[in-house]
Every structure is written in structure tokens, then in C-alpha cells.
């Protein structure tokens, strides 16, 4: 291996739809570090704690552990999946994928893809279903992020196109963020609204959110809506809009349609109606809709609490409506700006990767349109059956009209809402193809064929973002073992299908991802997103553009419809008809909670890749259902005590946590936690799979996403007296092993989660809980995986009572610690263990039954900042000693906060937190 001077490389992270720019430092073959790129337009230099430690996430430990570095294959289910060359593995699935279309026809496959692929892959996926197999059964995880925002773009603005650009923010003077808490989905975003607001004291912000979320604390007005309300509010807002001649009269007569129809609608939508249903006050209803019409320029930010509904489309559709009746539309600092959530959703959406999309934003069920791509691709036709969405796909795997899935870069067994369906689904397969970088995943376990596959810091291609600007992806370093870039091995598979079927098309002729993007470059000639005049050399030299960027072009279109024309047949927007339709499942006597999913500040969907990162687990270091204390006080919860959370479909036991973002009756769980950290034994006869074991597969009639983020559900008291701890340090080229060995223990209590801990070293925690003594054969073959066995292990057993406290040390320190029933010195033992504090002092008081901590034991709290790993208590106790110095505003105080102790002036995600405990601490509002 000969290694090349240390240099930079630049990409993106592969995190979420903002897509900041990152220079990859490495030596040719490993990644050493990554830094922000100071020269990219999405963030000027700064990542999150995400994208910051995005090079911790791709180290040769990490690699050996987790990654599929080969393929590998099994004929028959009961067998275990052994390695198998490529050669044989491709040949087995062209001659599989051919028989099975003989017998039952082209719709007897399908493939569910990712908005974590490149634009090249998606492109030849794409090709690959449509133009060669002949199906359209193909969709993609975007379907569970942004297809609302899709589909109410076109209804409304005529294209998938999102008008704003990131410099909105700047321009804007009131900023309308709904169903989206950017402070943790889109950190590097909501630097830049701090940033501007600083700038700019007259810009104004409001929050509508069922939860008080740190964006929420953040605003200038809080709207905290009951779930599923949000049409209602802007029916309500463009009805007083309408009172207070607030709309635009002359821009809706020149440049929309169809205003006399919604006006009718949105006359029943009174202030009393709306504040009601909305469960907000008219007085806050009445200051919104004044600040949106009455400001010079009203951006709307958007995202997953708009799109994961039945009612998404609507929900986009009216706050669209509210734009253009009162012109916040097409000029600097307004509109209506979806942001995505998946790093290249956009560049899937652009190539038509979904099951009722074509190429470069053309339509499947326009005649015209599949003509004109089966030209372009030099094929007959193009199917016109629409394919079979995310959720209706995995409905026809579970019913057998789709006998093979191939599934690529995304782990539906753990993001897919209902999971019993999905896994029944998977079980019912003919075939399962996985094609994924990480062999650890939940779906890696259902898989017939795993099919290596590169990924961050590998890839070549280009990715878009949220505000359409297309970023070139360089590679930094090589796949590692046999894994290939996702595109080839769609291209060798097709090429294999092709010479089974005695067609020779040359239709997956290429060698490079370039020849890819070109092709792809020359299917938007013309159309709303044009990128004729881009080219690989152009984005490498001037860095990355914005769609359209037409031949001849020096640069793309920042900003979309400024001249008052859109893209439908008549050149005028829409207006789209929106009544509120309640969320698909109420809440009754039997199901009396709103549960609400959605991000956690340091991690990312399924934990694929954050998951292997330890120092991305102290702000949040175990799953908790999170509720209102008031609720938690009625049913004597305490905060820990564990509970079934039970839906319609599933059962999940969570650790219960009071959180004052939440409203009575309502309940959150972050999306991330899957069967791979959190699970246990099946309960009442429903899985118990993580939190989507418990998600609600309705979907919306227009847009197919599915309502991820309500469910009702009932919780109650999970009664396991018998409880386990075990932690400790494991070296790093073991810890996610070991996690991975200790998967199958999860299902062997009634409870059990797997997380790890660290910071320059990695440790793994595993904790259960049964409702009758623990086996101690399972006790102790867990204990020896974490090491803790032989005669240097110091003992407490008190088998009478089943309390237990085993020890093992290492140079005076604790290294692994296995606690059973009381759990009373939980916390101190793990501070002695995690803080790396010698122990010797503390003799026999390390096994005492005590429930106190030693003396001088100062508890450390959960980690907020994780750049300087400052955590809860040194911020508390900073504020105290401010106190003794008279420090003044909450901004005085952040600032000497800053200044003392580092936190947050790094990559700034934990200041909205840091101002949180700051009011609490000065007794305001928060
Ligand atoms: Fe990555 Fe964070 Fe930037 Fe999103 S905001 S692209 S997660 S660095």
C-alpha cells in the first residue's frame, strides 16, 4: 500500500439535505480528519457535531468491524450466507432476476433504493427498472422524507423545484419554521438564522410545533399546535390575511389561478374554529397571520412534521397557498422552502428515481414524457402502470406479487413505519438482495445476497442539496475488500441481464460516473431544472451550482418564479383546494396518546453510521420515550421507570423521561432507535422492534408518505423487578463487534438495549430487565464477553435478594462493571468508570449496598456540548458562580459561558440547549 503525502479532498457530508461542503484530509488510504469547507456556499467551513466527526466514522477499525467487504450469498433461506465471488453472485441474481420475470412478468421485482445515494447511481437504477426490466416498481426512502413536498410543488408551483436559496435566510425579515426543528435536523441551517438575527434585530421568527422543541424556545412567537393540525392554521392564517387585506391582490389576478375557490374554502376557517381545532390562542393565530402578510419578506423552513403525514400533500399545499395569496413568493427573503432531509434526495427527484417519476422531473403518467425518455434512453417504451410506493411495495412483497427485492443503502427494518409488515415482508421474499456499505444493519439480516457496496469518502459522483445547488463528490480513498461504488453494480448486474436475455442494447455502457451525470445532464435539456450548461470540470473549478444552469450559463438561477411564471400549462401558480382532514389515527379510551418521532441532535436515522461513533451517544446516551411531567405524575411514572408503549401494530418497552417540550397527552420517541440498540422480547404477541414496531403505516392519498410521525398508543408500566447492567471499555477494534455478538441476547429479556459510551476510548453498555430472575448462565455468559470473569473480578452477591456488583479493575481503574437488581450505584460507578477516576481509594465502599455515592462524588450529567465535552453539571455550576458575579442578560451569560468553558463555539449545536438552561436558570420562560 504506498501512502501519499497527507493532502485534502473535497465532498459533502452525507448526513442531512443541507450538504455542507467537507475537505477530507488523507493520506490516499485511510481518512486522517475532515474539516468544513470554508468555500462552500450551504456552510462556509462549519459542520455540525454530525459532519464534524464524520472521519471518526471511517477508520480501518470500523471498517474490519462492520462493513460488507465481500459478497455474500446463500441458495437456500435456512442456510447461513456464505462469500461468494462477485462473478457468481451477479450471474446468480441476472439469472434469478430472468426467470422470475419470465414466469410472473417485470412487476414481479422490484427495488427499494436511498436518498443517501449519488445522483449517478440513482440515475442507472433508474434506467435499470424502468428502461431494461421494464417496471416501475421502484421508490426510494425519499418516499418517507419528501414526497409531500413533491407532490404539493407541482399541484401548486407546477415543478419539484423548491424556489429559495440558503441567502433567503439573510434577506428574509420573518421566518416561518413549521414542522421542523432545524436546530437539530439541520444545524449548520439554523447557525446561519442565529446568525442572521444577530444581524438583523427586526427578524422575526415563528415556531409552530406540537413539541417546545429547542427551536421553539428560540422564537419570537411559539405556536405549539396539536399534531396533525397544521392545514387549519394556515387556512386560518390566510383567512385573517384575507380580513386584514393582507394578501396580494394584483399578484393573484396576474400570476395564479384558482383564488375564488379557496377564498370559499377558507372562509369557514374563523379565528375561533382554527384556534380551537389548533389547540392555540386566537390572540398568537391573529399575531402570526399579521407578521406573515404584513412582513416584506416571509420565509417559510419546513420539513418531516409537514411531510410524514396522511395529509402531508395538503399540509405543504396550504402553507404554499399562504405564499402566493399574499406574494411571499419569488423575490429575496420569502417563500416557501422545503428542506430535505436525506443529503441527495433532491438528485433522486431530479433523475425520477421513484415509482411515479421519469427523468429530470418528467411525469410517468404523461404520455409525452415516457415517450420522450424511452428516446433518450433508446428503449421502446417506458412502463405506464405506476410502480408500487414504499409502503405499497413492501405490502406486495408481504401479498407475493413482488417476489425479489433489492434494497439498496437504506435499512427498512428499522425506518419503515409497521414493522411487523415489513418483516413479514422480508420473510416472505423469494429474495432478498441487500446491497449496503455496512453489514450491520437490521436488513443485512434478512438478506438472501449481500452485495458490498462503497460509501462516504469512496464515492465519485455529485450529490444536490436542499436549495439545488449540485456539489461534486470526489473520492478520498478506495473501497475497502470487494466493495463497489452502488452504480457499478447496478451497471454489471444490467449488463449480465442483458447477455442472459440475448439483447445487446449498450444501454449500460459506462465505465466512469461521468458518462453517468452526462447522460443524465442531457435529459434536463429543456426542462425546469436544466444543468445543460454544467459539467464535471465546471463544478470542480467553480465549485457547486444551482439548478437550472442552461447552456452558455455563467452561473445557476438562486432564486426561482421571480418573474411571476411557472412552470404549468398556463404559466400561472396554482392555487390548490385544502381542507383539514384530522391525522388517520385518533386517539381513543384505549390508545390515549399522540406519539411523535423525529430526530436526536447527534445521530442519524437508523445509526448505521453515527451508531458507530461512542461521543455521539453522550447527549443522548439511551432510548426514552419522552412525556409531559404532568402525565407521567398521574400514572407515577418516575423518570426511568420503564414502560410499554403499545400501538395498533406493535410494542416497544422504553425508559420513560419528563420532558417540558411536550404537551399533555403527547408522547416522543426519536426516530433513530432501532432493533440494532434497542429491543427485547415480543410482547402480547406484537414484535418488539424498536420505535417503529409501533409507527402507523398510513399514507397520504396523493404523495404515498406514510404518517411516521403519529401513531396513538397506550403506555404502561412495565413490571421488571429483575434487572442488569454491564458496561465497560472495549478496544476499539472490538467494541462494535461485541455490540454486534450481544444482538441476539436483546431478545432474551423482556427489555434490552446495547449503546455505547466514550469519548478517546469506546465502551459498551448493555442494559435488560425480565420480569422473573435472571438466568445466571446469561448473566455470566454476557459478564465474559465484556471480560469480566476470573479471580481478579472483586465480588458482592447477595443471590437472596438476586443483587450482584462485579467488578473488574485495570491499573487502579475500573475497566467493566456488571451490576444485577440494584441498581443504586449506577451512576457514580459509570462516572468512576467513564471518567477513568482511580478507584483504589474507594476500598471496600466500591462494593457496598449503599444507595449513596462515595464522599466527594460530584455527578457529572449528560455531555451537551460534545466538541469541548462540557457537560450539564460544569454548566450549571458556571452559572452559579456568574451569579455570585452579577452577570446580566441571558446573551451576557451565554457569552461568559462561552468564554469560560468553551461550550458551543465550535460547531454551535448545543447553544440553543445552552440558552435553555440559561432561562431556566434565570426563571424565564424558556
Ligand atoms: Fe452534515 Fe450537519 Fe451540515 Fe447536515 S448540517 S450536512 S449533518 S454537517
Redesign the pocket.
Known amino acids: 500500500m504506498s501512502l501519499a503525502a497527507p493532502h485534502e479532498i473535497k465532498s459533502?457530508?452525507c448526513?442531512?439535505?443541507?450538504?455542507?461542503g467537507v475537505l477530507i484530509k488523507t493520506d490516499g488510504q485511510q481518512v486522517l480528519d475532515v474539516r468544513?469547507d470554508p468555500e462552500h456556499p450551504?456552510?462556509f467551513g462549519r459542520?455540525?457535531t454530525?459532519?464534524?466527526t464524520l472521519h471518526l466514522t471511517a477508520t480501518p477499525a470500523i471498517a474490519r468491524q462492520v462493513r460488507a467487504l465481500t459478497p455474500e450469498m446463500r441458495t437456500q433461506r435456512a442456510q447461513p450466507r456464505g462469500p461468494a465471488t462477485w462473478d457468481a453472485t451477479l450471474d446468480f441474481l441476472a439469472q434469478k432476476f430472468d426467470d422470475t420475470i419470465s414466469l410472473y412478468g417485470p412487476d414481479s421485482v422490484g427495488f427499494y433504493i436511498s436518498g443517501q445515494l449519488l445522483t449517478e447511481d440513482y440515475y442507472v437504477f433508474n434506467k435499470l427498472a424502468k428502461g431494461l426490466i421494464g417496471t416501475n416498481n421502484i421508490d426510494t426512502n425519499s418516499r418517507l422524507c419528501m414526497s409531500s413536498a413533491v407532490a404539493a410543488y407541482k399541484q401548486t408551483l407546477g415543478a419539484d423545484a423548491p424556489p429559495c436559496c440558503y441567502e433567503d435566510i439573510d434577506a428574509a425579515q420573518l421566518i416561518f419554521i413549521v414542522g421542523s426543528n432545524t436546530a437539530f435536523a439541520?444545524?449548520?441551517?439554523y447557525r446561519r438564522i442565529e446568525a442572521a438575527r444577530l444581524k438583523n434585530p427586526a427578524l422575526r421568527v415563528i415556531v409552530a410545533d406540537p413539541r417546545r422543541t429547542d427551536t421553539a424556545r428560540d422564537a419570537d412567537l411559539f405556536l405549539p399546535i396539536l399534531p396533525g393540525t397544521d392545514v387549519a392554521l394556515f387556512n386560518g392564517m390566510l383567512h385573517l390575511c384575507l380580513w386584514d387585506e393582507l394578501v396580494d391582490t394584483a399578484y393573484i389576478e396576474a400570476h395564479t389561478e384558482g383564488f375564488t375557490e379557496l377564498k370559499r374554502l377558507v372562509r369557514d376557517f374563523t379565528p375561533q374554529f382554527v384556534a380551537q381545532t389548533c389547540g392555540i390562542t386566537e390572540a398568537d393565530l391573529l399575531l402570526a397571520a399579521r407578521w406573515f402578510g404584513e412582513s416584506k419578506a416571509s420565509l417559510s423552513l419546513y420539513c418531516q412534521g409537514l411531510n410524514q403525514s396522511a395529509s402531508g400533500t395538503a399540509k405543504n399545499a396550504a402553507l404554499i397557498n399562504l405564499h402566493l395569496a399574499t406574494h411571499q413568493i419569488g423575490k429575496p427573503g420569502a417563500g416557501p422552502f422545503s428542506l430535505t432531509g436525506q443529503?441527495n434526495a433532491m438528485g433522486g427527484r431530479e433523475v425520477g428515481g421513484m415509482a411515479n417519476l421519469l427523468s429530470a422531473h418528467r411525469d410517468l403518467s404523461n404520455p409525452q414524457h415516457r415517450a420522450e425518455v424511452a428516446s433518450l434512453w433508446g428503449v421502446a417504451d417506458v412502463p405506464a402502470v405506476p410502480g408500487k410506493t414504499a409502503v405499497e411495495m413492501f405490502e406486495a412483497v408481504r401479498s407475493g406479487s413482488i417476489k425479489i427485492i433489492w434494497i439498496v443503502c437504506t435499512n427498512p427494518a428499522q425506518s419503515m413505519p409497521d414493522q411487523t409488515l415489513i418483516r413479514e415482508a422480508l420473510e416472505k421474499a423469494e429474495l432478498v438482495i441487500v446491497q449496503e456499505a455496512f453489514h450491520s444493519t437490521a436488513t443485512a439480516d434478512y438478506a438472501d445476497v449481500l452485495l458490498p457496496a462503497s460509501t462516504w469518502a469512496e464515492k465519485d459522483g455529485s450529490v444536490t442539496n436542499s436549495e439545488r445547488r449540485i456539489t461534486r463528490v470526489l473520492p478520498a480513498i478506495p473501497a475497502p475488500g470487494e466493495a463497489r461504488h452502488d452504480w457499478q453494480i447496478a451497471v454489471q448486474f444490467a449488463q449480465r441481464l442483458e447477455a442472459r436475455q440475448g439483447r445487446h442494447t449498450g444501454l449500460f455502457a459506462y465505465e466512469r460516473a461521468e458518462q453517468i451525470w452526462n447522460e443524465h445532464r442531457e435529459s434536463t435539456r429543456g426542462r425546469d431544472l436544466d444543468i445543460t450548461g454544467l459539467s464535471y470540470p465546471i463544478l470542480e473549478r467553480d465549485g457547486p451550482q444551482q439548478w437550472p444552469y442552461v447552456s452558455g450559463a455563467k452561473h445557476g438561477k438562486l432564486r426561482l418564479y421571480e418573474d411571476g411564471l411557472f412552470p404549468t400549462a398556463s404559466g400561472r401558480a396554482r392555487f390548490v383546494l385544502t381542507p383539514y382532514v384530522p391525522v388517520a389515527e385518533a386517539v381513543d379510551a384505549r390508545f390515549p396518546f399522540r406519539l411523535n418521532t423525529g430526530r436526536l441532535r447527534d445521530q442519524?436515522h437508523g445509526m448505521s453510521r453515527t451508531g458507530t461513533v461512542a461521543q455521539l451517544f453522550s447527549h443522548a446516551p439511551e432510548a426514552s420515550i419522552v412525556m409531559a411531567a404532568g402525565d407521567m405524575a398521574r400514572r407515577g411514572f418516575a423518570t426511568g421507570d420503564l414502560v410499554h408503549v403499545t400501538s395498533r401494530r406493535g410494542s416497544q418497552i422504553f425508559p420513560v423521561a419528563a420532558g417540558d417540550d411536550m404537551r399533555a397527552g403527547q408522547v416522543f420517541i426519536g426516530m433513530h432507535w432501532g432493533e440494532e440498540s434497542i429491543s427485547g422480547r415480543a410482547h402480547a404477541g406484537q414484535g418488539s422492534t424498536g420505535v417503529n414496531a409501533l409507527t402507523s403505516p398510513a399514507i397520504d392519498p396523493v404523495s404515498k408518505q406514510p404518517e411516521l410521525k403519529h401513531a396513538a398508543v397506550k403506555i404502561l408500566k412495565a413490571e421488571l423487578p429483575a434487572r442488569l447492567l454491564v458496561f465497560g471499555w472495549i478496544e476499539e477494534e472490538q467494541a462494535l463487534a461485541l455490540q454486534l455478538r450481544l444482538r441476539p441476547y436483546l431478545r432474551q429479556f423482556a427489555y434490552a438495549s446495547c449503546t455505547l459510551f466514550g469519548r478517546d476510548r469506546v465502551g459498551v453498555l448493555f442494559r435488560a430487565a425480565d420480569e422473573v430472575a435472571l438466568s445466571p448462565e446469561l448473566v455470566r455468559e454476557i459478564e465474559i464477553k465484556f471480560g469480566i470473569v476470573g479471580p481478579a473480578v472483586l465480588r458482592y452477591d447477595d443471590p437472596r435478594r438476586g443483587n450482584a456488583r462485579h467488578l473488574l479493575q485495570a491499573d487502579g481503574k475500573l475497566q467493566a462493571v456488571a451490576l444485577c437488581g440494584d441498581m443504586a450505584a449506577e451512576h457514580w460507578l459509570r462516572q468512576y468508570l467513564q471518567e477513568e477516576i482511580p478507584v483504589a481509594a474507594l476500598g471496600r465502599a466500591l462494593l457496598m449496598p449503599s444507595t449513596q455515592p462515595p464522599q466527594n462524588f460530584k455527578a457529572r450529567g449528560n455531555v451537551i456540548c460534545n466538541c469541548f465535552n462540557v457537560a450539564e453539571n460544569a454548566i450549571t455550576e458556571a452559572l452559579a458562580q456568574q451569579d455570585t458575579l452579577n452577570h446580566g442578560s441571558p446573551a451576557e451569560r451565554l457569552l461568559a459561558l462561552q468564554n469560560t468553558l468553551q461550550c458551543g463555539t465550535n460547531c454551535g449545536s448545543c447553544v440553543p440547549e445552552l440558552k435553555k438552561i440559561i432561562a431556566q436558570k434565570v426563571g424565564q420562560p424558556a
Not at 448526513?15 to 455542507?20: F, H, S
Open positions: 459533502t457530508c448526513y442531512c439535505g443541507v450538504g455542507c468544513g450551504a456552510n459542520l455540525c454530525k459532519g464534524s439541520h444545524p449548520i441551517l443529503p442519524w
